[in-house]
């Protein structure tokens, strides 16, 4: 009886807290759904009429169709950056041979997270506003500041995989069969890490469409992405926003997906051109 | 196709034991197995052969050439890990086929001897299977035709059976003996398992802290430790300090003891070897080196049976006898199992063995 009284009650509680998250997830997208849909809404519980109107003043809208496109340009090309840096620096972490020096290189890749992006956007900003490095608004400027804040969440994915794999024992079999460097890294760690490069890619892909604070103090005019360009929409008529808000939403689904995809060919890519 | 190490030492920077000045030769076709307690240094020492680890100071040669700082790539050595260490993206015969791949071998050659060395440990039918599908056994197979593909200059086994099962461990064994043998390679197997040692090997080197005890053939080895400690690692033993009387004669806990003949002066401290099988049941106390007592542990081991023995004198003996009813009032020491051995309570290894596991502590040192 004890004991069924001690399982019965958590499996309550989670499944409540379930409820609520999932509530809490799901009602205000359904609503945003409902909403881009609605011909009007004010002052209802929800829209009246069924209309198409404000997805196609979206689509003749031309500076969010231009911030859609830079929004998936600036994000493929900030997943491509991060495999490319991440993957060998991922390595160089997970075997650095002193503590001391992994330590290091945590507390280094980790910051990122812990500096407030508004602190990050800032120093943009002062530095590369100045006449020597006259940068800001670049469209790449967007991409790097894009890759400092989310390589941290692909080297966690990364680093967490090649321990877990014991990918250090493998490179000494690799090794002692008579694999130099190279043919370790292209024929035994790449193929280990496609599946982890993969869900980090979409981890990436993900918080970079979704990236507001520091792109908005650096992005400028010509290469604004879609949350910033998403903003003023809520300034005015809510069917409108609500249209714009599910773009977003597709976008990131297309972001991950296509996340999934540069990570996976990454890795075989590498592999193939070696 | 030799093993030899001059006189190699190596000292981690941090903690860890390291090794000091070991000097080994292994020979052409030689199964030499190297045991000891965990931290003994064994493990340092398949590094250094293989070339993971640079001894600071004397060296390794194979075949008669100096290793030096010789990558392990290019020493040319079959390595099997604890871990088999399968590479878990590639088949059967991918990971049996790759260090073929690396000295360029490819096409029908390749195809050949990857399915021959998959025949030889019966597995060419599973070839194209991924490793993750494979039993521990299985995988440790796949390990070891992958280590021998290459005809390598020598085998080395990294406790290669500690993480299979019992039943599996043993018929491993015979395999890894029977591949060795067919080979016909120097190799160095490194186990705790001093059962597993005594089997397999052709010499067994016995390391503690970092230094090589004794190396012997498993017989001498048993028979005949050089010092207490090597006496306590390997098998079973009821070990006793003593003084010499003379040159049949022990002074023990025990009593005064008929000793098999020694080379020890008179007085000298020693340590005293009795083997638990060695000890006979006695009808009563007229017989050399005959003590009363009583049975208090006894434990039924199938076919052996081992037991306490609560001797008058004092001190209790561990005993082994293969009659399920004997329950004797007095049990014998014939003289010559009383081994005199030298005594190593003094010196760098002077501490009495630290436990290791049940199998290789005595039960009943006092």
Same mark, same amino acid.
């Given at each position: 009886?004890?004991?069924?009284?001690?399982?019965?009650?958590?499996?309550?509680?989670?499944?409540?807290?379930?409820?609520?998250?999932?509530?809490?997830?799901?009602?205000? +997208?359904?609503?945003?759904?409902?909403?881009?849909?609605?011909n009007?809404?004010?002052?209802?519980?929800l829209?009246?009429?069924?209309?198409?109107?404000?997805?196609?003043?979206?689509?003749?809208n031309?500076?969010?169709?231009?911030?859609?496109?830079?929004?998936?340009?600036?994000?493929?090309?900030?997943?491509? !950056?991060?495999?490319v +840096?991440?993957?060998?620096?991922?390595?160089?972490?997970?075997n650095?041979?002193?503590?001391?020096?992994?330590?290091?290189?945590?507390?280094?890749?980790?910051?990122?997270v !812990?500096?407030?992006?508004?602190?990050?956007?800032?120093?943009?900003?002062?530095?590369?506003?100045?006449?020597?490095?006259p940068?800001?608004?670049?469209g790449?400027?967007?991409?790097a500041?894009?890759v400092?804040v989310?390589?941290p969440?692909?080297?966690?994915?990364?680093?967490?995989?090649?321990?877990?794999?014991?990918?250090?024992?493998?490179?000494?079999?690799?090794e002692?069969?008579?694999?130099?460097f190279?043919?370790?890294?292209?024929?035994i760690?790449?193929?280990?890490?496609?599946?982890?490069?993969?869900?980090?890619?979409?981890?990436? !892909?993900?918080?970079?469409?979704?990236e507001?604070?520091?792109?908005?103090?650096?992005?400028?005019?010509?290469?604004?992405?879609?949350? +910033?360009?998403?903003?003023? !929409?809520?300034?005015?008529?809510?069917?409108f926003?609500?249209?714009a808000?599910? +773009?977003?939403?597709?976008?990131?689904?297309?972001?991950?997906?296509?996340?999934?995809?540069?990570?996976?060919?990454?890795?075989?890519?590498?592999r193939?051109?070696? | 196709?030799?093993?030899?190490?001059?006189?190699?030492?190596?000292?981690?920077d941090?903690?860890?034991?390291?090794?000091h000045?070991?000097?080994?030769?292994i020979?052409?076709?030689?199964?030499?197995?190297?045991?000891?307690?965990?931290?003994?240094g064994?493990?340092?020492?398949?590094?250094?052969?293989?070339?993971f680890?640079?001894?600071?100071?004397?060296?390794?040669?194979?075949?008669?050439?100096?290793?030096?700082?010789?990558?392990p790539?290019?020493?040319?050595?079959?390595?099997?890990?604890?871990?088999?260490?399968?590479?878990?993206?590639?088949?059967?015969?991918?990971?049996?086929?790759?260090?073929?791949?690396?000295?360029?071998?490819?096409?029908?050659?390749?195809?050949?001897?990857?399915?021959?060395?998959?025949?030889?440990?019966?597995?060419?039918?599973?070839?194209?299977?991924?490793?993750?599908?494979?039993?521990?056994?299985?995988?440790?197979r796949?390990?070891?035709?992958?280590a021998?593909?290459?005809?390598?200059r020598?085998?080395?086994?990294?406790?290669?059976?500690?993480?299979?099962?019992?039943?599996?461990?043993?018929?491993?064994?015979?395999?890894?003996?029977?591949?060795?043998?067919?080979?016909?390679?120097?190799?160095?197997?490194?186990?705790?398992?001093?059962?597993?040692?005594l089997s397999?090997?052709?010499?067994v080197?016995?390391?503690?802290?970092?230094?090589?005890?004794?190396?012997?053939?498993?017989?001498?080895?048993?028979?005949?430790?050089?010092?207490?400690?090597?006496?306590?690692?390997?098998?079973?033993?009821?070990?006793?300090?003593?003084t010499?009387?003379?040159?049949?004669?022990?002074?023990?806990?025990?009593?005064?003891?008929?000793?098999?003949?020694?080379?020890?002066?008179?007085?000298?401290?020693?340590?005293?070897?009795?083997?638990?099988?060695?000890?006979?049941a006695?009808?009563?106390?007229?017989?050399?080196?005959?003590?009363?007592?009583h049975?208090?542990r006894?434990?039924?081991?199938?076919?052996?049976?081992?037991?306490?023995?609560?001797?008058?004198?004092?001190?209790?003996?561990?005993?082994?006898?293969?009659?399920?009813?004997?329950?004797?009032?007095?049990?014998?020491?014939?003289?010559?199992?009383?081994?005199?051995?030298?005594?190593?309570?003094k010196?760098?290894?002077?501490?009495?063995?630290?436990?290791?596991?049940?199998?290789?502590?005595?039960?009943?040192?006092?």
């Amino acid at each position: 009886m004890s004991a069924l009284a001690l399982s019965g009650r958590p499996t309550g509680v989670s499944s409540a807290a379930l409820v609520l998250y999932a509530g809490y997830l799901l009602i205000p +997208i359904a609503l945003i759904l409902l909403g881009s849909f609605g011909n009007s809404w004010s002052n209802t519980l929800l829209p009246v009429g069924i209309t198409d109107r404000w997805y196609l003043q979206l689509w003749n809208n031309g500076t969010f169709l231009k911030a859609f496109w830079t929004s998936l340009w600036v994000c493929l090309a900030t997943v491509v !950056a991060s495999a490319v +840096i991440g993957l060998p620096l991922a390595y160089a972490i997970a075997n650095a041979r002193s503590g001391a020096l992994s330590l290091t290189g945590r507390i280094l890749y980790l910051s990122p997270v !812990a500096a407030p992006a508004v602190v990050l956007g800032f120093g943009y900003m002062l530095a590369f506003s100045s006449e020597t490095l006259p940068f800001l608004g670049a469209g790449w400027l967007t991409v790097a500041a894009h890759v400092v804040v989310c390589l941290p969440y692909l080297l966690q994915t990364l680093i967490a995989d090649l321990k877990l794999q014991g990918m250090a024992a493998l490179e000494q079999a690799a090794e002692s069969l008579g694999a130099p460097f190279h043919r370790r890294f292209l024929d035994i760690v790449l193929p280990g890490m496609v599946h982890s490069l993969a869900s980090g890619s979409i981890l990436v !892909a993900a918080l970079s469409i979704g990236e507001f604070q520091l792109t908005n103090l650096i992005a400028g005019f010509l290469h604004r992405t879609y949350p +910033i360009v998403l903003l003023q !929409a809520f300034y005015g008529a809510t069917g409108f926003a609500c249209a714009a808000t599910v +773009i977003l939403l597709l976008l990131a689904l297309l972001a991950a997906v296509a996340g999934a995809a540069v990570g996976r060919g990454a890795a075989s890519g590498a592999r193939i051109a070696a | 196709m030799s093993i030899v190490l001059d006189q190699i030492s190596f000292r981690y920077d941090g903690k860890g034991a390291g090794v000091h000045d070991v000097s080994l030769a292994i020979s052409e076709g030689e199964f030499m197995a190297v045991i000891g307690p965990s931290g003994c240094g064994k493990s340092t020492l398949l590094k250094l052969i293989a070339g993971f680890l640079t001894p600071q100071t004397g060296s390794v040669a194979i075949n008669g050439q100096d290793m030096g700082a010789t990558p392990p790539r290019l020493r040319d050595l079959g390595i099997v890990f604890q871990n088999y260490a399968l590479f878990p993206h590639m088949t059967l015969a991918g990971n049996v086929g790759y260090p073929l791949k690396l000295r360029g071998i490819t096409g029908a050659s390749a195809n050949d001897r990857v399915r021959e060395a998959l025949a030889m440990v019966g597995l060419v039918h599973l070839a194209e299977r991924m490793p993750r599908s494979l039993s521990g056994g299985q995988q440790q197979r796949v390990a070891l035709a992958r280590a021998l593909v290459f005809r390598p200059r020598a085998l080395l086994l990294d406790e290669p059976l500690s993480a299979l099962d019992a039943a599996m461990r043993g018929e491993m064994r015979d395999e890894i003996r029977r591949l060795q043998k067919l080979h016909g390679i120097a190799t160095l197997h490194i186990t705790h398992d001093q059962e597993e040692a005594l089997s397999m090997a052709d010499r067994v080197t016995v390391m503690r802290e970092g230094r090589v005890l004794q190396t012997a053939t498993p017989h001498d080895l048993y028979h005949h430790p050089a010092s207490r400690n090597v006496a306590a690692f390997v098998g079973h033993a009821n070990l006793f300090d003593g003084t010499v009387l003379d040159a049949a004669h022990v002074q023990t806990a025990l009593g005064r003891l008929h000793c098999a003949p020694h080379d020890f002066g008179k007085g000298t401290a020693v340590t005293v070897l009795i083997r638990p099988e060695s000890i006979k049941a006695a009808p009563d106390a007229t017989g050399n080196n005959t003590l009363a007592g009583h049975i208090t542990r006894d434990r039924f081991l199938g076919s052996l049976r081992r037991f306490d023995f609560q001797t008058e004198a004092g001190p209790s003996l561990l005993v082994e006898t293969d009659d399920a009813r004997l329950l004797p009032s007095h049990i014998q020491l014939p003289p010559d199992a009383v081994q005199i051995i030298a005594s190593d309570q003094k010196g760098a290894t002077g501490a009495p063995p630290p436990p290791t596991d049940h199998l290789s502590k005595p039960e009943n040192t006092p």
